[in-house]
């Protein structure tokens, strides 16, 4: 079976910011059809507490998923360390099938990293009528530079 890895994006002083709000709740209709036997939350902590895992673990729950479906690693401050430290429970849960959340523009870096993990990857992205379009402008700039740059494996 497939885990579901949702990447992290920022939380703000009242709570989930609109990315990782519209990121988890793809993932929980993800997981409620069937798409995956368990969802990994990956985020540390920013500017503001909680953790990003911890604030997509507490929206997962809001959403009905399962406390025992639901794993945290929430030591990573970018998508590198969100895909490695995700690996070890990911080996621990015998899952080397994963189904990557992020946003569209993020999701073609997040792959290839995942790639040279060795997992096997797919990826989904909530759909963009429900993305505010700055963020997603700033996104599709920054990617590009990103995705540079894991082809030169400078990061």
């Known amino acids: 079976m497939t885990a579901i890895v949702i990447l992290g994006a920022a ?3 009242n709570g989930p910011s609109p990315t990782l709000r519209r990121r988890v709740l793809h993932g929980a209709a993800l997981y409620h059809a069937g798409r995956g036997a368990c969802v990994v939350v990956c985020g540390g902590l920013g500017r503001h507490p909680p ?6 673990a507490a929206l997962l729950r809001d959403e009905g998923v399962p406390e025992t479906a639901i794993h945290l ?5 970018n998508t590198s360390e969100n895909l490695r430290f995700a690996l070890p429970i990911l080996e621990r849960l015998g899952q080397d099938h994963i189904l990557v959340v992020s946003d569209a523009y993020h ?3 997040a792959s290839m990293i995942a790639r040279r993990l060795g997992l096997h990857v797919t990826g989904s992205a909530p759909p963009m009528q429900t993305a505010r379009l700055w963020p997603q402008v700033k996104g ?4 590009g530079p990103g995705l540079v740059a894991v082809l030169l494996r400078i990061r």
Request: negative net charge; aromatic residues 10%; glycine residues 0%.
């Open 107 to 109: 999701l073609p870096r």
């Open 140 to 143: 599709w700039l920054r990617e």
């Open 11 to 13: 939380v703000w002083p």
């Open 73 to 77: 690693e929430d030591r990573s401050t």
């Open 51 to 56: 953790t990003e895992a911890e604030a997509m």
